[in-house]
Every structure is written in C-alpha cells, then in structure tokens.
C-alpha cells in the first residue's frame, strides 16, 4: 500500500481514506480514496501523508517489478486496474490494458469496461518518482527484504 501511494503522490492521509481486512489469513491495508494524488492541490496539511515512504522496508517482488518497466513505457504506470462487464453486466477485475484516452479524470467507463487509470502527465509524474525510488533503495536509504 505505501509503494501505491508514494508513487501516485497520495496527499490525504486521513484514517478514513484506508481500509484493514478483518481477514486474518489475509492481513491487507487498501487505500480506497486517492482523490487527493498527483500532485494534487489544496491536499491535507493536517494528517501524516502517505507520498512518502513511512514503513520500515518495502517487498522486493514489487522493487523488482519496477526495474523491469522499459523506460520508454510509462503508460505501463498508467493503469491501476481494468474491469469488465460478466454476462449479467457485473463488473469484474481484468487483466490491465493500456489506458484508453482518458485526460483529466481518474476512471472511465467505455461500454462494459471500466479502467482506473491516469493522464499521461500524471503517469510521467509516477515514472519518476519510480526512479528516485529505485535510487533511494540503491542508496540504501529505502530497506528492501
């Protein structure tokens, strides 16, 4: 969750903007309102913020997967998630796809898909904070286990 939010630059750290499983067998956090990212403006100056990293050290699957992006597709950050319509016209999870045009706004419904994506402005925003990552961990100042 913390790699998520520093990438997308997540500005509103309220206790209510994050949800805990109660699945024990599952432990997760999930950010559920990203309203407030990319470099968004006015953001909340009163909460600890999560563009940041604050936990003590990040997976390394996810680092790894971040060194593989080729350097000239930031779209590839672009998509967050993809959803498509089942045969009763239920929403499902899909396998993400290169964002459609999507300019200014977080989420698009096409038909019988729905994609969370960003502009790209905002996907070159998350590319390079990918690379000052990347840095920060080949510095050693961001732990990976």
Known sequence: M????????HRDGR??????????S??????VDNGI???????????????????????????????????DEPDRLGTLFDMDA?????????????PRSIRRRACAWHLTRCSSASPPRRSRASKERSRDLLADVDAGKVKVQ
């Open 2 to 9: 913390n790699l998520l939010t520093y990438l997308i630059d």
């Open 86 to 98: 089942d045969a009763q016209g239920v929403l499902r999870v899909a396998q993400p796809r290169r």
């Open 37 to 71: 990212a990319f470099e968004g403006f006015p953001w909340n100056f009163f909460v600890h913020n999560w563009n940041r990293i604050r936990v003590p050290w990040l997976r390394a699957d996810p680092i790894a997967r971040l060194r593989a992006l080729p350097p």
């Open 15 to 24: 206790d209510g903007n994050f949800l805990e499983s109660t699945d024990p």
């Open 26 to 31: 599952d432990p997760r956090i999930f950010a």
